[in-house]
């Protein structure tokens, strides 16, 4: 086992430190060799954090800060841990909890500026985000993309449960009602599954349910 440094997803957590286990699901290694990669290449004055595997197993999303706290969405090479492509930030918005698209063309990311929280999608060719919720004090978090739609856990109802939006109509629709709270939502690759965490009184239970979505 090692011991590293991971930025927690919530933005008012400071690092946090994680024994690593030998045995690492795909994901867990190639974001791990290639933050570990690109610190060797690449500033010493430089935090790479929310690092997420592109569906061919090739790119890595990361939220860059540098030693001024700008903050940078870039793109890594999944074998060398070397800087693919940068996304300027002029406004220094804070990005994080990056998910890419089943296509691997775009990512979804929340985005927190003054106005608040919203979730924001980034075009990788285009190089444009575009925002998919007016920014408000909503604690929306964990986006995921699944075809036209976008899952995200929220207090809205005053328990934490899983939404979807069309970004298309932006309609919303409540997905889950749990008695503690629901988070993390993720769509099995053939979309006919959702599958989430279930808080209970002795913690963290993954269900799925059916993708019966009607907006």
Not at 139 to 166: A, C, K, M, T, W
Request: net charge neutral; aromatic share 8%; glycine share 8%.
């Amino acid at each position: 086992r090692r011991e590293v440094a991971i930025g927690c997803h919530c933005i008012d957590c400071d690092i946090q430190r994680f024994q690593i286990p030998d045995q690492l699901d795909r994901d867990d290694l190639f974001a791990l060799r290639a933050v570990d990669q690109q610190i060797a290449h690449g500033s010493k004055h430089e935090r790479l954090s929310g690092a997420a595997l592109s569906p061919d197993a090739k790119t890595i999303v990361a939220m860059r800060s540098d030693n001024s706290y700008q903050n940078t969405v870039v793109l890594l090479g999944a074998g060398s841990g070397r800087s693919i492509k940068s996304f300027p930030n002029p406004e220094n918005y804070f990005y994080s909890m990056p998910r890419w698209s089943d296509d691997g063309k775009s990512i979804v990311m929340l985005k927190t500026a003054k106005a608040g929280r919203t979730i924001a999608i980034l075009e990788i060719e285009s190089g444009n985000f575009r925002d998919v919720l007016q920014s408000g004090n909503e604690n929306i978090g964990h986006p995921v993309l699944f075809g036209n739609h976008i899952f995200f856990n929220s207090p809205r109802s005053g328990i934490d449960n899983i939404y979807v939006l069309d970004i298309n109509t932006k309609k919303r629709q409540q997905v889950t009602t749990s008695r503690y709270g629901a988070y993390n939502p993720a769509v099995s690759a053939d979309g006919k599954w959702i599958y989430y965490n279930e808080q209970t009184r002795d913690g963290l239970d993954v269900v799925k349910i059916p993708f019966d979505i009607k907006l």
